[in-house]
């Protein structure tokens, strides 16, 4: 039985986007890294937008008791209000700063929250040819915000890269998937996680690799 928690554990932790920056430099997340040295987005500089966790996410999470937002009391959270305004003006202010581009990691805490976000998304990546995004959610592929995701994989399969967070054993759309460790299926291990490089900023498999990402449970 899931528990009742719809938030995060650390509400005093939300931030309205009039408080700060939504999007943070990679540098200030160790896993994450600066800038890009290998693969397609090289050059580019890496920032990231943490949403709150539950809030954001859909209740069919596997993780939703033990989201490893649990443990990170520090975190800045952003909720939903006036957030999509505040992209709108910080993503040309930074493409504008570092010419080759930018990589969004979506989301390191929280999920897609609407059809509309989505979208959104799909509008930047139409405005500006040097943006990209890539991350991870636990939407169900036949919602429509499930579809919604995937049409943008599809139509910006060069700069828009989320895979969806389960075991699914498939050859040929394991580019789309993160799994866990227990997943045996045709996949390599994330190797930040397992020492070979030092951020994902050093690696970009996640973005470049055809097969399931595999990550050691949290």
């Given amino acids: 039985m899931k528990s009742t928690l719809i938030s995060t554990r650390y ?3 939300i931030k309205h986007s009039s408080e700060a920056s939504v999007l943070k430099p990679g540098r200030n997340n160790k896993k994450l890294g600066w800038k890009i040295t290998k693969g397609k987005w090289k050059g580019k ?8 966790e539950r809030a954001t996410c859909p209740t069919s999470c596997h993780h939703w008791d033990d989201c490893y937002g649990n443990n990170m009391p520090f975190a800045h959270r952003f909720d939903t209000r006036g957030l999509i305004e505040k992209l709108e003006q910080e993503i040309p202010q930074l493409l504008s700063k570092h010419k080759k581009g930018i990589v969004i990691r979506l989301h390191v805490l929280g999920d897609f929250y609407s059809v509309d976000y989505v979208r ?3 509008k930047m990546l139409v405005q500006y040819d040097e943006l990209c995004v890539f991350g991870y959610t636990a939407r169900e592929l036949d919602s429509d915000i499930g579809r919604a995701i995937w049409l943008n994989n599809i139509r910006f399969s060069d700069r828009h890269v989320i895979r969806w967070s389960r075991n699914y054993n498939t050859d ?3 580019k789309w998937f993160a799994a ?3 997943f045996d299926g045709n996949s390599f291990d994330c ?3 397992t020492g070979k490089v030092a951020s994902c900023a050093d690696c ?3 973005w470049i690799a055809q097969k399931t990402v595999r990550f050691l449970s949290h």
């Fill in 172 to 174: 040929e759309l394991g």
């Fill in 11 to 13: 509400p005093k932790s």
């Fill in 191 to 193: 190797p930040e996680q």
């Fill in 45 to 52: 500089y890496l920032y990231s937008l943490t949403l709150t």
């Fill in 120 to 122: 959104f998304w799909q």
């Fill in 180 to 182: 866990e460790e227990s």
């Fill in 204 to 206: 970009g498999l996640c």
